[in-house]
């Protein structure tokens, strides 16, 4: 995270849900009755720590600093069967797309996928029952209560995949983060060095008629990322959720514009085979360091089972029609 990137995938925190209220043990009284029956209320129940969906949220940066959420305890019953109040629950607002996971166990606990959707992350202490629930005919006055239930104390893990509707899949230096940065108003670092995005960067894309989509710039993956080499491997995951697949192949390669696509797809397939099937779009980044006879030359290598075009970020060459290309085939697979 050293990049200053606002792309946080990852916080641990420490959960502690509140404990439940104890049930009241109290017996009725009043002007007329010295010896009432039990009456004692029930304790209400903990706060629990709850993880909701929230769709305008795209990281968990906000979350990077709450090391400890703390919910409220559970208020003790009351006479009259008065329930005692229920524990202030302690919300915490995710992107769609958070996994949810105990750190201990590792244990993947739920993932949060709607707008608005709500699930139970420590669950608080059940409110100790009232002493009327324990009264039988043969037992009028119990003097006693259900003590409340304790809240739990745990470590919980929240992650976020990219839910992105393009990915960039490249080798380094493949021009991805250029790319990112001239459509969309992220700033990726971009250097002519391999390895230069270190963790995934977001870019919302502008594109006709107030419309917009969602790009993510994923560090380079090379040959035998998906073999743990390299860091694509840590960062594959975050594509397996794209919806298209921009595969993004630099003019001046050393190979052939065919042999690097069908690395790269190998890449893919060896990490994950259901990524094979997701729609793709290459382009061929860099074309403006070929001239115009270079260029027609590889034209005519370009592999025809993909949707391809020559671009130039630096001087904004096919941008709009890879946009229109990119905008298509994301409608297609609704
Ligand atoms: N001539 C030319 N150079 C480009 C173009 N796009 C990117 N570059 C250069 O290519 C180099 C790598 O670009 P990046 O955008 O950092 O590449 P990347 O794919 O993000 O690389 P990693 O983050 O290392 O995976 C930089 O020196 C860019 O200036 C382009 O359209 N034309
Ligand atoms: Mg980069």
Redesign the pocket.
């Known amino acids: 995270m050293s990049q200053g990137s606002n792309f946080v995938d990852y916080v641990k925190i420490c959960c502690r849900s509140g404990h439940g209220g104890s049930g009241s043990a109290h017996l009725h009284r009043d002007k007329h009755t010295a010896m009432g029956g039990p009456d004692g209320g029930d304790g209400g129940r903990g706060g629990h720590v709850i993880v909701k969906g929230n769709a305008q949220l795209w990281t968990l940066l906000h979350l990077k600093f709450r090391k400890h959420v703390i919910a409220g305890d559970g208020e003790s019953g009351g006479s009259s069967q008065k329930s005692g109040k229920t524990g202030r629950d302690e919300i915490l607002e995710v992107p769609l797309g958070t996994i949810a996971k105990n750190s201990e166990t590792g244990e993947t606990l739920f993932e949060i996928t709607q707008d608005g959707e709500t699930r139970i992350l420590t669950e608080a202490g059940r409110g100790g029952l009232g002493n009327w629930h324990f009264k039988t005919s043969t037992f009028q006055t119990p003097r006693f209560a259900q003590p409340g239930e304790d809240g739990k104390e745990e470590w919980n893990v929240l992650e976020l995949k990219l839910l992105a509707d393009v990915g960039l899949v490249?080798f380094?230096?493949?021009?991805?983060?250029?790319l990112l940065s001239v459509v969309s108003a992220a700033k990726p670092e971009?250097?002519?060095?391999?390895?230069?995005?270190l963790v995934p960067n977001l870019g919302i894309v502008a594109y006709r008629n107030g419309r917009s989509f969602v790009m993510a710039?994923i560090?380079?993956i090379i040959e035998g990322a998906s073999q743990g080499k390299g860091l694509g491997f840590r960062f594959l995951r975050h594509i397996e959720r794209n919806s298209v697949l921009l595969f993004m192949v630099p003019a001046d390669t050393n190979r052939t514009i065919k042999e690097e696509y069908n690395i790269l797809l190998k890449e893919l397939q060896e990490y994950n085979p259901e990524l094979i099937h997701k729609p793709r779009v290459l382009a061929i980044?860099?074309s403006?360091?070929l001239d115009d006879e270079l260029l027609q030359e590889m034209k005519k290598e370009v592999p025809q089972d993909v949707p391809s075009i020559f671009i130039?970020?630096?001087?904004q060459k096919g941008i709009n029609e890879l946009k229109d290309l990119l905008w298509t085939e994301i409608n297609k697979e609704q």
Request: glycine share 12%; hydrophobic share 30%; net charge negative.
């Open positions: 490249g380094p230096n493949a021009g991805k983060s250029t971009i250097a002519d060095y391999a390895f230069t995005t710039d560090p380079g980044t860099k403006d360091m130039s970020s630096v001087a």
